[in-house]
């Protein structure tokens, strides 16, 4: 069973790849209107049949006015320059180019923006009587349009975040937290308490309580003193299993007086 993440991946890379098809499509179905308009237009040239009662060139998309055949041969170069660029879109390259000059088609937007671009270009070939080829093309390339505005509805713009393979390699790398804090809250050192020990040499700073730290030196201890903290030093003691200290002949004891010596009675065993 997959995650839920890994079919949202898969769905919409499968709408990646079809609508790269349809683009590639439009592309190769431009290519053959543009050579058949320019062969129609040479053909009417050479022939003395009466054509100004006609609205197109017969046998091609030019209509029949003044620059006619000017303005659809920029419209078929315009169509496959969108057509490029689209494609260049859907495959993420160059991502800097897009980024700087085509925001709206960069990884930072979502699907939303395609789909309006392929809708335009599908519109436009549909609204002239072509052949079945580009008929077809045209709409598959309306229809795919359709559904990347849907998706970029929901998904807004995530949407090419979540079917880019880069940040599907990113994720499954960070499965495991190699970097986090495995440790119990207990066992976290607070950081007011690490602060005040590791604190910097300006001890005139406060701390984050309003107290100034003075260290573990004579300035902490003056400081203690001051407000009425005593520090004695513990005494020095021995543990009842061990044994008394070796004193060498002729030493005297702590307080001064000789050491006390002992002496057997005659009634001693």
């Known amino acids: 069973m997959l995650p839920p993440r890994a079919y949202f991946f898969l769905g919409l890379n499968g709408v990646r790849v079809l609508s790269i098809i349809s683009l590639l499509l439009v592309f190769a179905s431009s290519i053959f209107v543009l050579v058949n308009d320019v062969e129609a237009v040479n053909r009417s040239m050479k022939s003395d049949i009466d054509m100004s009662d006609c609205d197109y060139i017969e046998g091609s998309t030019v209509p029949n006015q003044p620059a006619g055949v000017f303005w659809a041969v920029v419209n078929r170069l315009?169509?496959?320059?969108?057509?490029?660029?689209?494609?260049?879109s859907e495959v993420g390259w160059p991502t800097a180019f897009?980024?700087?000059?085509?925001?709206?088609?960069?990884?930072?937007?979502?699907?939303?923006?395609?789909?309006?671009?392929?809708c335009l270009i599908g519109a436009t070939i549909l609204s002239h009587h072509v052949d079945d080829f580009?008929?077809?093309?045209?709409?598959?390339?309306?229809?795919?349009?359709?559904?990347?505005?849907?998706?970029?509805?929901?998904?807004?713009?995530?949407?090419?975040?979540?079917?880019?393979?880069?940040?599907?390699?990113?994720?499954?790398?960070?499965?495991?937290?190699?970097?986090?804090?495995?440790?119990?809250?207990?066992?976290?050192?607070?950081?007011?308490?690490?602060?005040?020990?590791?604190?910097?040499?300006?001890?005139?700073?406060?701390?984050?309580?309003?107290?100034?730290g003075y260290g573990f030196g004579r300035q902490g201890e003056k400081a203690a003193g001051l407000k009425g903290f005593?520090?004695?030093?513990?005494?020095?003691?021995?543990?009842?299993?061990?044994?008394?200290?070796?004193?060498?002949?002729?030493?005297?004891?702590?307080?001064?007086?000789?050491e006390p010596t002992f002496k057997s009675s005659p009634t001693a065993l």
């Not at 315009?78 to 260049?88: E, G, N, R």
């Not at 005593?230 to 001064?256: D, F, N, Q, V, W």
């Open 78 to 88: 315009l169509i496959i320059f969108q057509v490029i660029v689209l494609i260049m």
């Open 98 to 118: 897009f980024e700087r000059y085509f925001p709206v088609l960069g990884p930072n937007f979502g699907l939303g923006a395609l789909g309006i671009f392929q």
């Open 134 to 212: 580009t008929l077809v093309a045209a709409f598959f390339l309306f229809a795919i349009g359709c559904l990347n505005m849907l998706i970029g509805l929901i998904f807004r713009e995530k949407a090419k975040e979540k079917r880019s393979i880069m940040s599907w390699r990113a994720e499954a790398k960070g499965v495991l937290p190699t970097h986090k804090d495995m440790r119990p809250p207990f066992a976290r050192p607070a950081s007011s308490f690490v602060n005040s020990i590791f604190k910097s040499n300006d001890k005139s700073q406060p701390d984050e309580f309003g107290q100034k």
């Open 230 to 258: 005593l520090i004695s030093k513990p005494l020095e003691s021995l543990p009842r299993y061990a044994p008394p200290p070796p004193r060498s002949e002729g030493s005297s004891s702590r307080a001064g007086t000789p």
